[in-house]
């Protein structure tokens, strides 16, 4: 008998490892807004898009404007940033003193919670990653993924 894989048995946790903060992070509701308005309007596929900061969020550093950008994958199941899309930018932060405070993306149909593709797929360690569930009502919750291990940030919306 072969049993469906539910998400909890994928799911890595913390991997035994100490949370590397930050604990608790922030972001304005106008960015909250657009990062939600992005993935609903690229249903039935996955947005994706860089939250800008001043200095990574686990040195303290604040979440400073929202970038939507491409995913050519067109996929309800996958993301990847356009590589014209992530250069442009790179370039841009870079030349602004300004970070990659965290990659976004969403899920369509399943929790925001990363999946094994997203664990493999995460090559910003300094970056916080936003994921938003469009299951039912928009939800979006912030992780840290860090050597094998993943971490639930405590996210709160500025009004």
């Given at each position: 008998?072969?049993?469906?894989?539910?998400?909890?048995?994928?799911?890595?946790?913390?991997g035994?490892?100490?949370?590397?903060?930050?604990?608790?992070?922030?972001?304005?509701?106008?960015?909250?807004d657009?990062?939600?308005?992005?993935?609903?309007?690229?249903?039935?596929?996955e947005?994706?898009?860089?939250?800008?900061?001043?200095?990574?969020?686990?040195?303290?550093?604040?979440?400073?404007?929202?970038?939507?950008?491409?995913?050519?994958?067109?996929?309800?199941?996958?993301?990847?940033?356009?590589?014209?899309?992530?250069?442009?930018?790179?370039?841009e932060?870079?030349?602004?003193?300004e970070?990659?405070w965290?990659?976004?993306?969403?899920?369509?149909?399943?929790?925001?919670?990363?999946?094994?593709?997203?664990?493999?797929?995460?090559?910003?360690?300094d970056?916080?990653?936003?994921?938003?569930?469009?299951?039912?009502?928009p939800?979006?919750?912030?992780?840290?993924?860090?050597?094998?291990?993943?971490?639930?940030?405590?996210?709160?919306?500025?009004?």
């Amino acid at each position: 008998m072969v049993s469906e894989a539910r998400p909890s048995d994928y799911y890595p946790g913390d991997g035994g490892q100490p949370h590397p903060g930050p604990r608790a992070a922030r972001i304005s509701r106008e960015i909250r807004d657009g990062i939600v308005d992005h993935a609903r309007g690229e249903v039935p596929n996955e947005a994706c898009g860089i939250v800008i900061g001043d200095r990574p969020a686990a040195d303290g550093g604040r979440a400073v404007r929202w970038v939507p950008l491409r995913n050519p994958l067109a996929s309800p199941s996958r993301y990847a940033i356009d590589p014209d899309d992530l250069l442009r930018l790179t370039t841009e932060t870079d030349d602004a003193d300004e970070v990659f405070w965290a990659i976004v993306h969403s899920h369509v149909a399943s929790p925001a919670r990363p999946s094994p593709t997203d664990l493999r797929e995460s090559h910003y360690p300094d970056a916080l990653y936003l994921l938003v569930s469009l299951e039912a009502a928009p939800v979006i919750r912030a992780w840290r993924i860090l050597d094998g291990g993943v971490h639930e940030v405590e996210l709160t919306i500025d009004a």
